[in-house]
């Protein structure tokens, strides 16, 4: 089992910043263990969609939307992974989840934090 704690949400303003924190349980930068972290969101109305992930031993990848305002980073000392967000628009406006995949394809989410861009 892997427990995760997202942390870092709020109300900005658009064009503002914030920074999301999501910290496990156990060492989730383990190639043999796990397969995928990563960062999506919900908004109200709409399906999660894919905001950061990073495969590990493999590539970065960002949703379209994000890309270039967005970035995930890694503290693999504190078993926690950060999403920057520069430049928020209202659009931005969701409950962000983070997630890891094992190898076993079992999937963990944390509890989700909400992130309101007022315009």
């Known amino acids: 089992q892997v427990q995760l704690v997202e942390s870092g949400g709020g109300l900005v303003q658009a064009g503002g910043s914030l920074r999301l924190s999501c910290t496990a349980s156990?060492?989730?930068?383990?190639?043999?263990?796990?397969?995928?972290l990563g960062w999506y969101r919900q908004a109200p109305g709409k399906q999660r969609e894919l905001v950061a992930r990073?495969?590990?031993?493999?590539?970065?990848n960002y949703g379209d939307s994000v890309k270039g305002r967005f970035t995930i980073s890694t503290d693999n000392a504190k078993n926690t992974m950060y999403l920057q967000m520069t430049n928020l628009k209202p659009e931005d406006t969701a409950v962000y989840y983070c997630?890891?995949?094992?190898?076993?394809?079992?999937?963990?989410w944390g509890q989700g934090t909400q992130v309101t861009v007022s315009s």
């Open positions: 997630s890891v995949y094992a190898r076993n394809g079992a999937p963990y």
């Open positions: 156990t060492s989730i930068f383990n190639i043999v263990r796990f397969n995928t």
């Open positions: 990073i495969t590990l031993g493999g590539p970065t």
